[in-house]
């Protein structure tokens, strides 16, 4: 989790539940019911394409490499 406020705490618990113990649970802001609050359009193009850059390099499924809600 971030501390700079972008991630919303109340949602931790459903990540949790999510999680078993040899399995991985990423946050993604670009995956539906995912979002980002007050971006400006930049900061989400920005965002958005290093994410679409690294999974094509790596040859990654994950949508959102850049998220720290882990």
Partial sequence: MDADGSHQPEQLAALLDAAAPD???????????????????HRQLL?????????T???????????GYR
Wanted: proline share 5%; glycine share 12%; net charge positive.
């Fill in 47 to 55: 965002s958005r394409s290093a994410s679409w850059y690294s999974r």
């Fill in 57 to 67: 390099l790596l040859g990654l499924r994950t949508r959102d490499l850049t998220a």
């Fill in 23 to 41: 399995v991985l649970v990423l946050g993604s802001r670009w995956v539906p019911g995912g979002g980002t609050r007050d971006w400006p359009w």
